[in-house]
């Protein structure tokens, strides 16, 4: 054999050994960041003994940190997509730009045989990472992520009972074993999976096409194609989960005009102070102030001696008064929402603490004591003086609705329309007393006349 064969024989079976070597990739776990991660693993069932604050955050970090960087793993349950990152989407003959919302907490997209159209929502708390360079990373709080998801997990059971799993996205828990794209970082605990919701939202819709929708395009849709018969069921489901945040950002419209309620987690009487604040519901300070001026419902200091003006936001279109007999609900609610609260109500806060894994009985009460106002007095009794309530600065006046609007220089009521103006005694803020050094411009004690 001369020098150049036997040279030969020598490398080739360490380049072989190099390109064999090369071939084993590690396992996610191995990998302190790993860049692309093949999803070629399971994730393990999820068991109710999971529901702990530990599972909601990481494990073994400094251990993670001594590990090598890999470009390529394997062992990942799931892809993720940073959600958002699509860019827009075209409805109603207008483009609109993805909503990605302004919340330091990751969001991501991810695929599943769970939902329609096979795409989740995942929001993963506790992650050290801050979603931009010079962004910080939200703090971790896995004991309200385990409140928040098992606030939602109870929201899906209650929907599913009420027949009410057409107006909100449906909602679990599971394992995510996963790399953030991008940056690498491993995650490997629990997530709140949600259905992503098609769509647009009510903000979305009136203020941020582009190009800006005509006006009277938006009244034809919110007029003629919404579905208000959901409309309906919409300010049941708040009103049944006291819900304390319902805005214009997260009521969908998809483009057959169905409409889902996103962001449920402020329910049930959670912070023990706000019962319902919800565009949807009348005699709450977020429907007042579509009525009425921002700054006279906040009385903000500026605001002089004006007379307020009652604007018909758009938003006033989903007032449940304009789609029931008479502009009252009463006690006509859906056959199957009233068998539901019927049941809890024939119960206890007990039972439904048991039924629906509340994380606090306060919280078992709010749904226990609500279900027995709508079924033995109806939904305005309920709205108004059943329990939990708001604190009195937070009870306004119903206003009379405004079932048709128009646009002229602005949004106006289309027919007669005249809302009493008058705002309830203290503070708008925190809805306790009036401690400003200025009069306060209430004129009535909230709650006491409706």
């Not at 990998?31 to 955050?57: G, T």
């Not at 304009?322 to 056959?335: E, H, I, Q």
């Not at 003086?385 to 009521?413: L, S």
């Not at 306790?432 to 004129?443: E, I, Q, S, V």
Request: with cysteine; proline share 8%; net charge neutral.
């Amino acid at each position: 054999m001369g020098p150049l064969a036997a040279l030969w024989a020598l490398l080739v079976p360490a380049l072989l050994g190099g390109v064999v070597a090369s071939e084993v990739i590690p396992h996610v776990n191995e990998c302190s960041l790993c860049f692309h991660c093949n999803v070629d693993a399971k994730p393990p069932p999820l068991l109710a003994s999971d529901l702990v604050p530990a599972n909601f955050q990481p494990r073994n970090v400094t251990h993670k940190q001594k590990l090598p960087i890999c470009h390529t793993c394997r062992g990942c349950t799931v892809h993720l997509t940073l959600h958002g990152s699509s860019g827009q989407k075209k409805l109603f003959n207008t483009w609109f730009r993805d909503e990605v919302g302004a919340s330091p907490s990751w969001l991501f997209v991810a695929p599943t045989d769970k939902t329609p159209n096979r795409k989740a929502i995942v929001k993963v708390a506790c992650i050290p990472v801050g979603k931009h360079a010079r962004h910080k990373f939200a703090q971790c709080h896995a004991d309200l992520a385990l409140k928040y998801a098992k606030i939602y997990l109870a929201i899906e059971k209650l929907a599913e009972n009420c027949g009410l799993t057409d107006i909100i996205p449906k909602i679990w828990v599971d394992w995510v074993d996963a790399v953030i794209p991008e940056v690498g970082y491993h995650i490997r605990w629990l997530g709140l999976w949600m259905e992503m919701v098609e769509g647009i939202s009510l903000e979305n819709l009136v203020r941020l096409g582009n190009p800006m929708m005509h006006p009277d395009d938006l009244l034809d849709i919110l007029h003629n194609r919404v579905n208000h018969t959901q409309t309906v069921r919409a300010a049941l489901f708040d009103l049944l989960t006291s819900q304390n945040d319902r805005h214009a950002q997260n009521i969908f419209i998809n483009g057959d005009g169905s409409i889902r309620l996103i962001d449920n987690e402020r329910a049930f009487f959670e912070n023990r102070h706000l019962a319902a604040d919800s565009i949807l519901l009348p005699t709450t300070k977020k429907y007042t102030i579509n009525v009425m001026e921002n700054a006279w419902i906040h009385k903000f200091a500026n605001w002089g001696d004006k007379v307020p003006m009652c604007w018909a936001n758009v938003a006033l279109l989903f007032d449940y008064r304009c789609y029931v007999k008479d502009g009252r609900m009463g006690s006509a609610l859906p056959p199957d929402v009233a068998q539901c609260v019927a049941k809890i109500a024939g119960s206890s806060p007990q039972a439904v603490m048991d039924e629906y894994g509340m994380p606090y009985p306060h919280m078992a009460e709010a749904l226990y004591n609500r279900s027995r106002a709508l079924h033995e007095h109806g939904f305005e009794y309920a709205l108004t003086e059943g329990y939990p309530r708001n604190p009195n600065p937070w009870r306004y006046k119903f206003t009379p609705p405004c079932c048709k609007v128009k646009h002229t220089d602005t949004y106006r009521c289309a027919h007669d329309w005249s809302p009493d103006t008058a705002i309830p005694f203290g503070d708008p803020i925190t809805g306790g007393p009036w401690k400003h050094d200025r009069k306060d411009p209430g004129t009535y004690e909230g709650g006491t006349v409706f």
